[in-house]
T-cell receptor, first 114, second 116 residues
Framework: KAGVTQTPRYLIKTRGQQVTLSCSPI?????VSWYQQTPGQGLQFLFE???????NKGNFPGRFSGRQFSNSRSEMNVSTLELGDSALYLC?????????????FGEGSRLTVL | AQSVTQLDSQVPVFEEAPVELRCNYS??????LFWYVQYPNQGLQLLLK??????LVKGINGFEAEFNKSQTSFHLRKPSVHISDTAEYFC??????????????FGRGTSLIVHP
């Protein structure tokens, strides 16, 4: 069974630009969560999607948004990039039937904002 | 909201020595507990989990953890570490959020450095 796939793995943007990151969950997993990982703040929850609906949202500004498609694939978007948005963005999927918070992570998309 | 404290940001240890990575969490209500490992330039991988039952949980790569409800702790242990165990270790605690989801809160991580 293929794992969680995130694209692109690395990208460089400049301040003010926007970026879209993509995540394909494990087949059969219907919940997708996104986390931002930085050395200073650790892992911070961005949002969680299930059946194309955002079920939970972390404490991030409106510049951070996401969506989920009918095939459970998810994208997140960051608009008007700031230097502080440089981070590893991790996508994770979970099996609804075992709804305990156990997550299966992708390798992440490393965003550098110059 | 949950908070998770990993008491050591860095733990250096010699190869074949035992190690304990400490984790405490804030809430005493029913929670699920996890330890994840992250190798450089990779995502997080589940080491072990406590959902219910026996308080001693065994995971992959020879790791185990003990759930202590009264002390709200979930410390990770390994009796003999290898160089390949060098990585970042994250403790996570999840409780129920809206919509029936369980959203894990992660600790800041402990960097395990194994020296030859």
């Amino acid at each position: 069974k293929a794992g969680v796939t995130q694209t692109p793995r690395y990208l460089i943007k400049t301040r003010g630009q926007q970026v879209t990151l993509s995540c394909s969950p494990i087949s059969g997993h219907r919940s997708v969560s996104w986390y931002q990982q930085t050395p200073g703040q650790g892992l911070q929850f961005l949002f969680e999607y299930f059946s194309e609906t955002q079920r939970n949202k972390g404490n991030f500004p409106g510049r951070f948004s996401g969506r989920q498609f009918s095939n459970s694939r998810s994208e997140m978007n960051v608009s008007t990039l700031e230097l502080g948005d440089s981070a590893l963005y991790l996508c994770a999927s979970s099996l609804l039937g075992a709804n305990t918070g156990e997550l299966f992570f992708g390798e992440g998309s490393r965003l550098t904002v110059l | 909201a949950q908070s998770v404290t990993q008491l050591d940001s860095q733990v250096p240890v010699f190869e074949e020595a035992p190690v304990e990575l400490r984790c405490n969490y804030s809430s005493s209500v029913s929670v699920y507990l996890f330890w994840y490992v992250q190798y450089p330039n990779q995502g997080l991988q589940l080491l072990l989990k406590y959902l219910s039952g026996s308080t001693l949980v065994k995971g992959i790569n020879g790791f185990e953890a003990e759930f202590n409800k009264s002390q709200t702790s979930f410390h990770l242990r390994k009796p003999s570490v290898h160089i390949s165990d060098t990585a970042e270790y994250f403790c996570a605690v999840s409780d129920q959020a809206s919509g029936g989801s369980y959203i894990p809160t992660f600790g800041r991580g402990t960097s395990l450095i194994v020296h030859p």
